[in-house]
T-cell receptor, first 113, second 113 residues
Framework: KAGVTQTPRYLIKTRGQQVTLSCSPI?????VSWYQQTPGQGLQFLFE???????NKGNFPGRFSGRQFSNSRSEMNVSTLELGDSALYLC????????????FGPGTRLTVT | EDKVVQSPLSLVVHEGDTVTLNCSYE??????LLWYKQEKKAPTFLFML????IEKKSGRLSSILDKKELFSILNITATQTGDSAIYLC?????????????FGKGTHLIIQP
């Protein structure tokens, strides 16, 4: 079974621009979560989608948004990029069930200059 | 506020040594504790623990959870250079992913030949 895939793997943007990242979950997984990883803050939860609905959101500004499509693929968008948004953005998927571990994709390395 | 604290933050040992990594947590509605290994990009799943006192084992790695004292340990015996990585501890509060995983900052383990 193919793992979680994320595109692009690397991205360089300038301040003020916006960016869209994509995540394809493991086949059959309906829940997709997004995380931001930085050296200072570690891994932090952004939001989680299930059946095209955002179920919860972490403590991030409204510039961070996302969506999920009917095939469970998900995108996240960051508008008006700031230098502090430079990070590794990780997507994780899990099947619909309680107590299932999340499986992570390779991440997208975003650099904002 | 929910928190997950890992110790030590970094550890350097020689090949063949045994290491113990610690993870303590304070979260509401605890459901499970997970350990991940992160080498380059994607954290890879190691263990999920939901019950106290039941050791999970995979080769040279083992982990146990103490829900009364709110901590978990990850043991690695006969360490090898390939064990060098960041080991992440995370707590799942919802069981269904709605609140996302709360991660510790990780333990950076370096195994010297």
């Amino acid at each position: 079974k193919a793992g979680v895939t994320q595109t692009p793997r690397y991205l360089i943007k300038t301040r003020g621009q916006q960016v869209t990242l994509s995540c394809s979950p493991i086949s059959g997984h309906r829940s997709v979560s997004w995380y931001q990883q930085t050296p200072g803050q570690g891994l932090q939860f952004l939001f989680e989608y299930f059946s095209e609905t955002q179920r919860n959101k972490g403590n991030f500004p409204g510039r961070f948004s996302g969506r999920q499509f009917s095939n469970s693929r998900s995108e996240m968008n960051v508008s008006t990029l700031e230098l502090g948004d430079s990070a590794l953005y990780l997507c994780a998927s899990r099947p619909l069930s309680l107590s299932y571990e999340q499986y992570f994709g390779p991440g997208t390395r975003l650099t904002v200059t | 506020e929910d928190k997950v604290v890992q110790s030590p933050l970094s550890l350097v040992v020689h090949e063949g040594d045994t290491v113990t990594l610690n993870c303590s947590y304070e979260v509401t509605n605890f459901r499970s504790l997970l350990w991940y290994k992160q080498e380059k990009k994607a954290p890879t799943f190691l263990f999920m623990l939901t019950s106290s006192g039941i050791e999970k084992k995979s080769g040279r790695l083992s982990s146990i959870l103490d829900k009364k004292e709110l901590f978990s340990i990850l043991n690695i015996t006969a360490t090898q250079t390939g064990d060098s990585a960041i080991y992440l501890c995370a707590v799942d509060r919802s069981g269904g992913g709605a609140d996302g995983l709360t991660f510790g900052k990780g333990t950076h383990l370096i195994i010297q030949p």
